[in-house]
Structures are given as structure tokens and as C-alpha cells.
């Protein structure tokens, strides 16, 4: 069966960094795109960044120069490490995985990460 599990998450004051994984089993990793989504309360969820199956990248404007993303295969994992990480970083992050023809979509649980002092 097809898991996405997000972990890494927690408080953190700002200008601090956490690192964030997502573990995936149940479907072919490799030939699938990820991206981290947040959701902040009240908001709409959000693009963080997305990897490629080619490992091509892709940030949002509000995280590029402090997010980086990336994808080991042999693990089947995906990171995300943050950066001068800000109050407005503060949102549940998910993990999303999509086939390479779109004809598959999975989310994971999220995580919460909270930026405060």
C-alpha cells in the first residue's frame, strides 16, 4: 500500500533550521515528481518546491536561498532543508508525490512547523 511519511518537524525560533523527510514506499519512488506543500491556518496549501523525476528543481519565490530540496532513490526519501527559517515559514508541510503522466497523486499526513520565539 502506498505511504507517504513526512517527519522533521517542530518548534524552532527564527533564523533557525530544520530538515525535513519524507519516507515513501508502495509505488516506484524513482519515476514519480515530489514536492513539499504547506498550509498555513487560514490559508490556501501552497507550493514549497518540487524535485523532478530527473532531479530538476523548483522553489517558491518566498523560500528560494534558503529551502533546497533533494531526493535520494536508493532510499526512497525526500528532503527538505530549511533555512533562516522565518515566522511565516510556520505551517503544516506535506509531502506529495505524482506518477510521471500524472495519472497517480498521493499526499502524506504533513508535519507541523512552527517558527517562534
Known amino acids: 500500500q502506498v505511504q507517504l511519511v513526512e517527519s522533521g518537524g517542530g518548534l524552532v525560533q527564527p533564523g533557525g533550521s530544520l530538515r525535513l523527510s519524507c519516507a515513501a514506499s508502495g509505488f516506484t519512488f524513482s519515476s514519480y515528481a515530489m514536492s513539499w506543500y504547506r498550509q498555513a491556518p487560514g490559508k490556501e496549501r501552497e507550493l514549497v518546491a518540487d524535485?523532478?523525476?530527473?532531479?530538476?528543481?523548483n522553489y517558491a519565490d518566498s523560500v528560494k536561498g534558503r529551502f533546497t530540496i533533494s531526493r535520494d532513490n536508493s532510499k526512497n526519501t525526500m528532503d527538505l532543508q530549511m533555512n533562516s527559517l522565518k515566522f511565516e515559514d510556520t505551517a503544516v508541510y506535506y509531502c506529495?508525490?505524482?506518477?510521471?503522466?500524472?495519472?497517480?497523486?498521493?499526499w502524506g499526513q504533513g508535519t507541523q512547523v512552527t517558527v517562534s520565539s
Open positions: 506529495k508525490a505524482v506518477e510521471r503522466f500524472a495519472r497517480y497523486t498521493y
Open positions: 524535485i523532478s523525476a530527473g532531479f530538476r528543481t
